[in-house]
Every structure is written in structure tokens, then in C-alpha cells.
């Protein structure tokens, strides 16, 4: 056996015992390019690159915290968002929209056209005057009333972002280390970790490795908090957030055949939902 031929069939065994399915961004809904599979997605007849309605390798908006990001973010100020007004049993504090969930809502929020972006392909930042668009869920390259996918900028009937994990959950002392505890005993407890000097957390599935992070975990962002100090005030803290990419995963659609969300994993008996909340 060649060198290639064992790295396939090793990478053919890693997929078939992780039991997630490997089909790739290509065939979701998240493929706008004119190689989209299924003529009823939204899709653009003028470029065949799919990472570029999202990433670019240059020049990319460093003022979000997701991977080389291709689109510029709405104003946090135009969302409202689900806090104590929306409910009287909530623990954590609410932050304004930021992080990864902006760049989701760049598109999910139905205001900017799914084709703004920063660096267009092609040499050059505005190489295609007019993008042309397929698909009925789309006007003018924007999420329309038809989806449901168009969260709008609304955001108190969705399941909160911006909100801290666990009433409390661990935080950065200011040094990389964490202090504080799991205050919450209706949560599941969160790793944290400390990867090239960031603290980092994220909260462990059945899936995958134990105590590793991975793709099918719940991943939780690094934001501001102000935590109380028991005497009336508040210190700055950094601690872990829940945002739209903590449930999905932007690139993988399936976890099995019935289920399309990009969930990180199966919903199937509402693994995700319990993969944090002890109910
Ligand atoms: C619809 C938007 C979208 C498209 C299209 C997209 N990505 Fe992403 N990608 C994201 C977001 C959002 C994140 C941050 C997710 C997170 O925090 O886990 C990300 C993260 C990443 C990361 C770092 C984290 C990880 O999951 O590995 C890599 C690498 C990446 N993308 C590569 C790609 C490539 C290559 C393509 C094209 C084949 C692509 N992406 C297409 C939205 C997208
Ligand atoms: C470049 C625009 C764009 C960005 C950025 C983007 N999406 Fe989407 N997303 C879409 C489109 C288009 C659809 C399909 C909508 C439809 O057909 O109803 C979609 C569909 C979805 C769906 C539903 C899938 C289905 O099969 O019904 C989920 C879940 C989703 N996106 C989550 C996210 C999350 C989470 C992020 C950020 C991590 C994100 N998206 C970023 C454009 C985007
Ligand atoms: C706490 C977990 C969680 C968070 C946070 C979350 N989602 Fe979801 N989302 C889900 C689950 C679970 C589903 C699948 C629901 C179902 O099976 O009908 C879903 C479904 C969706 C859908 C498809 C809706 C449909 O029925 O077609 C879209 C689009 C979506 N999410 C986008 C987002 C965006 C954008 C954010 C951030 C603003 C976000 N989600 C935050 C868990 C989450
Ligand atoms: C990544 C972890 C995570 C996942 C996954 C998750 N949640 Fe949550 N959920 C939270 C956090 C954190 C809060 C805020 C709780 C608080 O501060 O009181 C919350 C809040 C809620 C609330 C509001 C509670 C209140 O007191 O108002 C409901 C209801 C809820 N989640 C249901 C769900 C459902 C249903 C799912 C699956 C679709 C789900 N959650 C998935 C972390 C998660």
C-alpha cells in the first residue's frame, strides 16, 4: 500500500468511528457560489468560490473576532436582545451582539446583501460590479421574509447570545489563569484551558476526545464581562460567552441524514440542548 492510499483509509476509519458525517461545505447551504448542487438555494451565477462569501486569505475586517472575515458587521446598536426583560429566571449578564455571532448576523439579520464583501474575488476589492442571484429565499442577494433563516434584528424570540455561561462560570483573572467557579448547577461544568496563552473554554460532548477541544464541542467565546465582587462593584473579567457558533458549526450541514442546522452535534433527544443545560 502507497503512502496516499493508507492516508485515505485512515482517514475513511476516522470518519466512519467519529460517526459524523463528512460531506463538506459544498453541498449545504452555506455553497452560494454558482457550484450550489441544488438549484432552490440561494446561489450567485458570477463567482464558483464558496469560502469567499465569508473568508479571504487578505486584507480581511480584523475588527471581528472570527477567521479572516470577508464582511463588514452591522452596528451592535440596531439588535435588541433576550435578557431579564425576556425572562425573570436569567443568571448570566447580556452583552450587546458581538463576537462570532456578528459575522453570522451579517447575513442572518436580512439588512446587507449576502455579496458585500470586503475583498470580492478576483483581483482587486470590487472586481464584480453586480452579483446575480438564484434561489427564492433572497431579494437582491438578501435573506427575505420566505426563511425563516432571517432572524431579523429581533433577536428576544431566539435562544440568548452575548450571555455569559453559568451565571458566573470561570473568568480570567487579567493573568491567563482562571479563577472563580461554576455557580450554575443547572449547567453542565466547562473545560477551560490554556492554548497559546489565551484561557479558553468550551464545554465537552460525548462526541470526540474527552477534555479536547474539538469541532463537536460546545465552543464558548472569550468576551467582557463585569463580575460582581460582592461589595457592590464590579471587576473587568474576561469570560466565556454563548454565540450562535457555540450550537453551530458554519461548514459541516449534517451530523445525520434527517438533520440540516450545521449543529456541532445530533439534536436527535435534544443532544445539543442538553449538551449544556442538566434537565
Ligand atoms: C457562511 C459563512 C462561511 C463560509 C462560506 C465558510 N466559512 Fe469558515 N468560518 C465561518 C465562521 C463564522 C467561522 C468561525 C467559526 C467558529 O468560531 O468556530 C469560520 C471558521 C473557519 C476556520 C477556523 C475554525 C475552523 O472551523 O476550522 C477555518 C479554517 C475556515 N473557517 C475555513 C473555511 C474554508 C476553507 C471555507 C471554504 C471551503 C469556509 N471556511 C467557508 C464561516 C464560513
Ligand atoms: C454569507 C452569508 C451567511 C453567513 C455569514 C452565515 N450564513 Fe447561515 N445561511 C446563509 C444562507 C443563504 C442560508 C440558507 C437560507 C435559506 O435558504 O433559507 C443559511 C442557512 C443557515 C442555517 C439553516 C440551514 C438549513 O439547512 O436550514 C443555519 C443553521 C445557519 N445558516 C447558521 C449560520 C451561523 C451559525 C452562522 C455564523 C457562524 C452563519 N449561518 C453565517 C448565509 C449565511
Ligand atoms: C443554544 C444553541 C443555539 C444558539 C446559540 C443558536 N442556535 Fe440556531 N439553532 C439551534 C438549533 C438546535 C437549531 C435547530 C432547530 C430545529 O431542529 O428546528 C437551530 C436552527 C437555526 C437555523 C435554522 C432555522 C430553521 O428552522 O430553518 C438558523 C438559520 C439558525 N439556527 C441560525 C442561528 C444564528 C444566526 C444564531 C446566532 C444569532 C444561532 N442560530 C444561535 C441552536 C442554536
Ligand atoms: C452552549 C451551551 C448551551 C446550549 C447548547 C443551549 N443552551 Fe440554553 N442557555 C445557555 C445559557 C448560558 C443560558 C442563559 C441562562 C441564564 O443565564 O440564566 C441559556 C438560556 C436558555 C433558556 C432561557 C432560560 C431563562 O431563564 O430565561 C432556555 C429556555 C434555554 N436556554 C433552552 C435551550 C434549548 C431548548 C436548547 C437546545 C435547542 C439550549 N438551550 C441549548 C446555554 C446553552
Redesign the pocket.
Known sequence: MNIKMKHALALATLAITSGVTMAG?SATK?NLSSTQPDATNNQVTDTAE??V???TPHGANTGVT??LWNKNLPSASQYSVYSTANSSTIDGQTLTVGS?SA??LS?HDGTQAMDSMVNEPGSGADTIASFTWTGTRQTNGQLNGTTIANLGADLTNDHPIGIQYCGGGYTDDGSGASTGSCTDTDFKAPVNDTINGSLVWWVDTTVGTASQRE?TDM?LYSRDFDQDDGAGGTIARKGPSVEC?SCH???VEAKDTTEVAFLRVSQSGSGVCLACHTK
Do not use: S, Y
Open positions: 461545505i452555506h464558496i469560502c462569501f465569508c473568508h472570527a477567521p462570532v459575522a453570522c447575513c469541532k465552543i457558533a458549526d458554519p461548514h
